[in-house]
Protein backbone atom coordinates (compact mmCIF):
# COMPACT_ATOMS: atom_id res chain seq x y z
CA UNK A 1 0.00 0.00 0.00
CA UNK A 2 1.57 3.22 -0.72
CA UNK A 3 2.09 6.42 1.25
CA UNK A 4 -0.89 8.18 -0.48
CA UNK A 5 -2.97 5.53 0.23
CA UNK A 6 -2.24 5.12 4.15
CA UNK A 7 -2.90 8.42 4.46
CA UNK A 8 -6.10 8.82 2.58
CA UNK A 9 -7.38 5.68 4.78
CA UNK A 10 -6.73 7.59 7.81
CA UNK A 11 -8.66 11.07 6.52
CA UNK A 12 -11.69 9.57 4.82
CA UNK A 13 -13.60 7.19 6.57
CA UNK A 14 -15.38 5.85 3.20
CA UNK A 15 -12.15 4.85 1.60
CA UNK A 16 -10.90 3.04 4.65
CA UNK A 17 -14.19 1.23 5.14
CA UNK A 18 -14.08 0.42 0.58
CA UNK A 19 -10.18 -1.30 2.16
CA UNK A 20 -10.46 -5.21 2.61
CA UNK A 21 -9.81 -6.52 5.73
CA UNK A 22 -6.74 -7.56 5.04
CA UNK A 23 -5.21 -4.26 3.56
CA UNK A 24 -7.30 -2.38 6.78
CA UNK A 25 -4.77 -4.94 8.69
CA UNK A 26 -1.67 -3.38 7.13
CA UNK A 27 -2.74 -0.05 8.25
CA UNK A 28 -0.34 1.25 10.58
CA UNK A 29 -2.01 3.47 13.25
CA UNK A 30 -2.28 6.79 13.13
CA UNK A 31 0.15 9.22 14.50
CA UNK A 32 -2.21 11.31 16.31
CA UNK A 33 -3.22 7.76 17.65
CA UNK A 34 -6.88 7.53 18.17
CA UNK A 35 -9.43 10.36 18.98
CA UNK A 36 -12.92 9.90 19.74
CA UNK A 37 -15.10 12.22 21.94
CA UNK A 38 -18.63 10.69 22.69
CA UNK A 39 -21.75 12.89 23.22
CA UNK A 40 -21.42 13.52 26.66
CA UNK A 41 -17.96 14.72 26.23
CA UNK A 42 -19.13 17.26 23.95
CA UNK A 43 -21.92 18.69 25.80
CA UNK A 44 -19.28 20.34 28.40
CA UNK A 45 -17.08 22.14 25.68
CA UNK A 46 -17.74 25.67 24.41
CA UNK A 47 -15.27 27.70 22.63
CA UNK A 48 -12.15 25.57 24.01
CA UNK A 49 -13.04 26.15 27.39
CA UNK A 50 -15.16 25.61 30.04
CA UNK A 51 -18.88 26.12 29.28
CA UNK A 52 -20.15 29.28 31.19
CA UNK A 53 -23.88 29.30 32.58
CA UNK A 54 -24.15 32.38 35.08
CA UNK A 55 -24.69 35.43 34.25
CA UNK A 56 -22.20 37.86 32.62
CA UNK A 57 -21.64 40.86 35.09
CA UNK A 58 -21.10 43.96 33.09
CA UNK A 59 -20.03 47.53 34.39
CA UNK A 60 -19.75 47.96 37.94
CA UNK A 61 -23.63 47.58 38.81
CA UNK A 62 -26.86 49.15 39.10
CA UNK A 63 -27.94 52.15 41.42
CA UNK A 64 -26.81 55.75 40.51
CA UNK A 65 -24.46 54.92 37.54
CA UNK A 66 -21.39 55.93 39.78
CA UNK A 67 -19.45 53.35 38.77
CA UNK A 68 -21.18 50.33 40.73
CA UNK A 69 -21.94 52.20 44.07
CA UNK A 70 -24.94 52.43 45.58
CA UNK A 71 -26.43 49.46 43.93
CA UNK A 72 -26.49 45.87 44.28
CA UNK A 73 -24.02 44.21 41.59
CA UNK A 74 -26.22 44.01 37.80
CA UNK A 75 -26.33 40.25 37.28
CA UNK A 76 -28.95 39.94 34.50
CA UNK A 77 -27.91 38.33 31.48
CA UNK A 78 -26.75 41.00 28.74
CA UNK A 79 -24.14 41.29 26.31
CA UNK A 80 -20.58 42.89 27.83
CA UNK A 81 -18.60 44.66 25.85
Excluded: F
Aim: negative net charge; charged residues 25%; glycine residues 22%.
Amino acid sequence: MSKLDIIRAWRDPDYRLSLSDAERKQLPEHPAGLVELDDIDLEGVAGGGPKNTSPQKCGGGGGGGGGGSGGPPNTSPQKCG
